[in-house]
């Protein structure tokens, strides 16, 4: 039997904001059921365990995070504006309900040495999947260079993420203008 649309959410919602919040090896299941309102039954109708409702979490996540980014780049006159457009959507991203003081994935990635398959399935997927991106708005300015272009951005991406932990209220300017700069350096 499966699980209505509107469950599914409430406990989706619940485990998005206790383990991207508190954490995901604080936050245990139980805390979940409460903060949803289900019955343990009914969660682990539709999850199998604490892992798959995380990389269900994190999948929902990315489909709203790039839906955001492509907005970003929908209102992005030239080249340039759509490869920075990342960092708009950073910003669009983190005044969002669903919004975060950073990033989820990071966060996956960092709780488990050796994560679990379904969430390494996750986190390598939001990585590839913004690889791919960076690079396909890359190549327009960069040509061959493109890959090269893309990785150094998600190294400025991530650290901005990053820097979100270490300050309150951080904004990207610095994160853009440092990609800017790349960008400038990059062009074919």
Do not use: N
């Amino acid at each position: 039997m499966g699980m209505r649309p509107g469950t599914e959410e409430r406990i989706l919602d619940a485990a998005e904001d206790l383990f991207f919040t508190q954490g995901i090896v604080a936050t245990p299941i139980d805390a979940v059921i409460a903060r949803a309102g289900v019955s343990a039954a009914t969660l682990y109708r539709g999850f199998a365990s604490k892992e798959t409702l995380l990389a269900a979490a994190l999948d929902r996540r990315q489909r709203v995070w790039l839906q955001t980014w492509d907005a970003a780049i929908a209102r992005s006159d030239d080249d340039e504006g759509r490869l920075l457009a990342v960092f708009d959507a950073l910003a669009d991203f983190r005044d969002e309900p669903r919004g975060s003081r950073w990033c989820a994935f990071l966060g996956a990635a960092a709780e488990y040495a050796d994560p679990p398959p379904e969430v390494a399935s996750a986190v390598r997927s939001d990585t590839e999947g913004m690889r791919a991106r960076l690079t396909a708005l890359a190549r327009p300015i960069a040509g061959a260079g493109a890959d090269a272009l893309a990785e150094r951005l998600l190294l400025v991406v991530s650290g901005d993420l990053a820097m979100r932990l270490r300050e309150r209220g951080h904004d990207t300017a610095l994160a853009r203008s440092t990609a800017a700069l790349l960008i400038a350096a990059s062009r074919v």
